[in-house]
């Protein structure tokens, strides 16, 4: 039961920088219980011998890994005039374990509160990895909203380069 004191969950929406697909605007959803920090800028750390092909950065005293959700989910990307803002983000894994990542974001985060009509989406329309979400909910404006699951995005990433 809700009561009046409780707050209604924020979250993080992040417009995708992608052409829509079929006529739907793609946005992430990130609750906002998984925002660790957004920068603005980061200083990308020389490619790794054991992960050649990953991004990383510094933050804190963690090297993360560095990831657009457009090329995970290989979708085509548009040209950004805008500088990328990098938002920290954390997630429990299936070990319990928190997995951090800095998503690479053309455009701004968007916090706000949970409190949006949607239906559950049945097709994402995702040319790879759509096994990688947590859920996608159709809005009435023509907004698909997707859920990825940054720990499993982390830790597939990792895998696949061992």
Not at 65 to 80: D, N, Q, R, T, W
Not at 89 to 99: C, L, S, V, Y
Request: charge should be neutral.
């Amino acid at each position: 039961m809700i009561t009046a004191q409780q707050k209604e969950p924020e979250i993080g929406l992040i417009k995708a920088n992608v052409p829509s697909i079929e006529g739907w605007d793609i946005n992430w959803l990130i609750s906002r219980g998984q925002i660790e920090y957004i920068l603005h800028d980061i200083a990308l750390l020389p490619a790794d011998d054991k992960y050649p092909d990953l991004q990383r950065a510094q933050y804190q005293d963690d090297a993360l890994l560095v990831i657009s959700l457009e090329k995970y989910f290989h979708l085509g990307m548009l040209a950004s005039s805008q500088p990328y803002k990098f938002v920290v983000t954390r997630a429990p894994g299936i070990d319990g374990k928190a997995r951090r990542v800095i998503l690479r974001t053309a455009n701004p985060l968007r916090v706000r509160k949970l409190n949006f009509n949607a239906s559950q989406a049945t097709d994402t329309g995702l040319p790879k990895n759509s096994q990688d979400l947590l859920g996608a909910f159709a809005l009435p404006d023509n907004q698909l909203v997707l859920i990825p699951d940054i720990a499993k995005i982390h830790d597939r990433l990792l895998v696949s380069q061992d």
